[in-house]
């Protein structure tokens, strides 16, 4: 079972910036995509940012493209998502997940494994 553990949220200013980590431990040699979700109070789960293990290749939804940055690093196992110019609608819970194929990337079922979130908050 791989175990996903978010860090690095907290309450920011708009216009203000916020570092998530996101470290993955277990099997991980199966894992081919890693992404972040997050869900605002009383939105479903919505897919942000997500990245292929075995190359560079990023996907963003359009809110966040030219704000948000996601990266990894493999020897640590880790995904990062670095988020600039923050606005209140950035707000929600973060969610780092984890996935064996790379395909789908944008869409929730295709990850197996998720963490357990982390709170973002962006006041105005």
């Known amino acids: 079972q791989v175990l996903l553990v978010e860090s690095g949220g907290g309450l920011v200013q708009a216009g203000g910036s916020l570092r998530l980590s996101c470290a993955a431990s277990g099997p991980t040699v199966n894992i081919a995509k890693m992404g972040w979700f997050r869900q605002a109070p009383g939105k479903e789960r919505q897919f942000v940012a997500a990245?292929?293990?075995?190359?560079?290749?990023?996907d963003y939804t359009d809110s966040v493209k030219g704000r948000f940055t996601i990266s990894r690093d493999n020897a640590k196992n880790s995904v990062y998502l670095q988020m600039s110019s923050l606005k209140p609608e950035d707000t929600g819970v973060y969610y780092c997940?984890?996935?064996?194929?790379?395909?789908?990337?944008?869409?929730?079922?295709?990850?197996?494994?998720w963490g357990q979130g982390t709170q973002v908050t962006v006041s105005s």
């Open positions: 997940a984890a996935g064996d194929g790379d395909y789908a990337v944008r869409f929730r079922i295709a990850y197996n494994y």
């Open positions: 990245i292929i293990w075995s190359g560079r290749t990023t």
